[in-house]
């Protein structure tokens, strides 16, 4: 059931941070932007998360599904602060 989950996750992330992604196309508004590539960040931290615990369960991958995890927030915080409009 878990990894179910982990990939459901995962393309959830990814579907989000596409219709954002699309939704900037059309109306060009920064802050779309900055949330799409947060939630494509994401989508990356869930698929490391499936890889880290099913994939490769003996290869320690914590720190790279925080690394993603935490770039993708900075980028949303970025666009929040200086984006604002």
Same mark, same amino acid.
């Given at each position: 059931?878990?990894?179910?989950?982990?990939?459901?996750?995962? /393309?959830? =992330?990814?579907? $989000?941070?596409?219709? &954002?992604?699309? !939704?900037?196309?059309? @109306?060009?508004?920064? +802050?779309? /932007?900055? =949330?799409?590539? $947060?939630?494509?960040? &994401?989508?990356? !931290?869930?698929?490391? @998360?499936?890889?880290? +615990?099913?994939?490769?369960?003996?290869?320690?991958?914590?720190?790279?599904?925080?690394?993603?995890?935490?770039?993708?927030?900075? +980028?949303?915080?970025?666009?929040?602060?200086?984006?604002?409009?």
């Amino acid at each position: 059931m878990g990894p179910a989950v982990y990939i459901l996750g995962a /393309l959830t =992330s990814l579907c $989000c941070g596409l219709l &954002l992604l699309r !939704s900037y196309h059309q @109306v060009k508004r920064r +802050l779309l /932007l900055w =949330s799409g590539l $947060c939630f494509a960040g &994401l989508a990356i !931290s869930n698929l490391l @998360v499936f890889v880290d +615990l099913v994939i490769f369960p003996d290869v320690d991958l914590y720190r790279f599904r925080l690394g993603a995890a935490a770039i993708a927030l900075i +980028l949303l915080l970025y666009g929040l602060i200086w984006e604002s409009e």
